[in-house]
């Protein structure tokens, strides 16, 4: 089993809609969360943190349930420009683990 | 520009031959790390530094693979005898350590390895 999982995808939406991502984490001594985004053939950036308080940027919001080992990210009102690969991101002390990164197609 | 550098962008060779890789960080940045990733997958972590030293090499894939960093800065990814298989995508990424955690990761616009 990965130590990050997430659902590959890829996921089709119109423009307009609401998408959620989700991932899961197995090792329960991970401190710090992280959502990257990757567009083809680029670098992946860094597009928000994750904290148990969740956390809310523009149409962005990321969740952290730590009971669960699991993490969220909810895209509202899908832009053209949000087509790309989300990664979520796992770290504890200085090692950090990539998932595989969900698709996502918004489509006009 | 003050962002994360690698050479070359691109790089052919032939079966056999060594490569280097050359990684610039943030000025500043403590962490850096190097990853690769093949056509359509995801990242797959190779070795971290902190400072000069290399406290995880656990993603080094075989002993072809070796990596160094000199003054805390440059660091440089070397491939021995390369295979078909070690073409790939690999990335360079560097960040600050604040209370022993690792903040945002940097990374730099990759060199794309061919093995011919």
């Known amino acids: 089993r990965k130590e990050v999982e997430q659902d590959p995808g890829p996921f089709n939406v119109p423009e307009g809609a609401t998408v959620a991502f989700n991932c899961t984490y197995s090792?329960?001594?991970?401190?710090?969360f992280f959502w990257y985004r990757q567009d083809c053939r680029k670098e992946p950036k860094l597009l928000m943190s994750?904290?148990?308080s969740g956390n809310e940027d523009g149409r962005f919001t990321a969740q952290l349930n730590r009971a669960s080992q699991y993490i969220s990210l909810l895209i509202r009102d899908s832009k053209l420009s949000d087509s790309a690969t989300y990664l979520c991101?796992?770290?504890?002390?200085?090692?950090?683990?990539f998932g595989a990164g969900t698709r996502l197609f918004v489509k006009a | 520009g003050a962002g994360v550098s690698q050479s070359p962008s691109n790089k052919v060779t032939e079966k056999g031959k060594d490569v280097e890789l050359r990684c610039d960080p943030i000025?500043?940045?403590?962490?850096l790390y190097w990853y690769r990733q093949s056509l359509g997958q995801g990242l797959e972590f190779l070795i971290y530094?902190?400072?000069?030293?290399?406290?995880?090499k656990s993603g080094l894939p075989s002993d072809r693979f070796s990596a160094e960093r000199t003054g805390g800065s440059v660091s440089t990814l070397t491939i021995q005898r390369t295979q078909q298989e070690d073409s790939a995508v690999y990335l360079c990424?560097?960040?600050?350590?604040?209370?022993?955690?690792?903040?945002?990761?940097?990374f730099g616009p990759g060199t794309r390895l061919t093995v011919l």
């Open positions: 990424a560097s960040s600050l350590v604040r209370l022993r955690r690792i903040n945002e990761q940097f």
């Open positions: 994750v904290y148990s």
């Open positions: 000025s500043g940045h403590t962490a």
């Open positions: 090792n329960s001594a991970s401190q710090s």
């Open positions: 991101v796992v770290s504890r002390g200085f090692k950090t683990i």
């Open positions: 530094f902190q400072g000069n030293s290399a406290p995880d």
